[in-house]
C-alpha cells in the first residue's frame, strides 16, 4: 500500500502542512494513521479524497460545501452526486455572473449621468434602476422597451433598438456624452455663438448617422423623448431646459446652413 507522510503530501500538493491540519480538524480530511508521536501519514484513498478537495475548491466551492458533496458521495452514488453538484455549481456561477455584469452596467450608468448632469439625478437614477431589477439584461445592457402605444414601424423599432444606451460600453454613447458635457458648459451663453454652432453641427451630423441618415425619424424620436411641463425628463439629465437650449441650437444651425445654401 501506497502511504506518505504529511510533509511530503503537502510537498507534493502545493500545500502548507496547517492547511492539512486544518482539513484535520473540521473532519475534511482525515490521516489514515497517526503514530504514538504524533506523525501524520496517508494512503492513496486519502490522497484522492484530497485531489477531489483541491479541484472543487479551485472551481469555487467553499470547505463547507466540499465536505457536504464528500459525505453525499459516501452515502449514494459517486458520479451521479459529482455530476448534479457540478451543475449547481456551473447555475450558481451563472447567476454570480449575471449579479456582478448587472452592478457593472449600473456602475457605468451611475458614471455616465455624473458626467452628463452631476449629482443631480441620482435620485431619479436609483428609482430608474429599481425599476429594472426584474427586467433582464441583454449583453450587458437593459434595452428601452418602446410602448405599442407609439405606433412604431418595425423598422422604426430596429433602429431605435440600435440607439447608444445609457450604462452602455458604446462608444457612441462616449461620443455623445462629451458633446452632451460640452452644451451642458455652454447653457448660459447664447445657442448662437460660434461654438455653439460648431456643437450643434457636430450633434445634428451624429444624429443623422444614429438614425441611418432619417432626418424624420430623428425629429420624431426627439419629441418622443420631450418632457412634459414639469414632468421628469424621460431620459436622464435632457430635461426641458436642457432640451430646449438644444432645440434652439440646432434650428440656428439648420437655418443657417440652409441660408448659405440660397446665397
Do not use: C
Not at 8 to 22: D, G, P, V
Not at 218 to 224: D, V
Request: hydrophobic share 35%.
Amino acid at each position: 500500500m501506497y502511504i506518505i507522510l504529511i510533509g511530503e503530501l503537502a510537498k507534493k500538493t502545493n500545500i502548507s502542512k496547517r492547511t492539512l491540519h486544518y482539513y484535520e480538524q473540521i473532519e475534511l480530511l482525515q490521516p489514515t494513521h497517526i503514530t504514538d508521536n504524533g506523525y501524520r501519514y496517508y494512503d492513496e484513498t486519502a490522497i484522492l479524497r484530497l485531489q477531489r478537495i483541491l479541484l472543487l475548491k479551485s472551481i469555487g466551492y467553499t470547505l463547507e460545501q466540499i465536505k457536504e458533496l464528500l459525505q453525499k458521495q459516501n452515502n449514494m452514488g459517486e458520479n451521479e452526486n459529482w455530476v448534479a453538484s457540478l451543475q449547481e455549481q456551473i447555475e450558481l456561477i451563472e447567476q454570480k455572473k449575471e449579479e456582478l455584469t448587472r452592478k457593472q452596467y449600473y456602475l457605468r450608468s451611475t458614471i455616465q449621468t455624473v458626467r452628463f448632469n452631476g449629482m443631480t439625478d441620482l435620485e431619479q437614477l436609483l428609482r430608474i434602476i429599481s425599476h429594472l431589477e426584474n427586467r433582464p439584461l441583454q449583453e450587458g445592457i437593459i434595452p428601452p422597451d418602446f410602448s405599442d402605444e407609439l405606433h412604431l414601424t418595425s423598422q422604426e423599432i430596429d433602429i431605435f433598438n440600435q440607439l447608444p444606451v445609457l450604462g452602455s460600453n458604446d462608444p457612441r454613447m462616449e461620443q455623445l456624452l462629451t458633446i452632451f458635457e460640452r452644451v451642458g458648459s455652454m447653457m448660459p451663453s447664447s445657442p448662437h455663438t460660434s461654438e455653439a454652432q460648431i456643437i450643434a453641427g457636430q450633434l445634428y451630423e451624429l444624429g443623422l448617422e444614429l438614425f441611418a441618415g432619417d432626418e424624420t425619424l430623428l425629429n420624431k424620436y426627439w419629441a418622443l423623448i420631450q418632457p412634459g411641463d414639469h414632468a421628469a425628463p424621460v431620459v436622464m439629465g435632457m430635461d426641458n431646459e436642457f432640451m430646449s437650449y438644444v432645440d434652439e441650437m440646432i434650428s440656428f444651425f439648420l437655418k443657417q446652413r440652409e441660408d448659405d445654401v440660397h446665397e
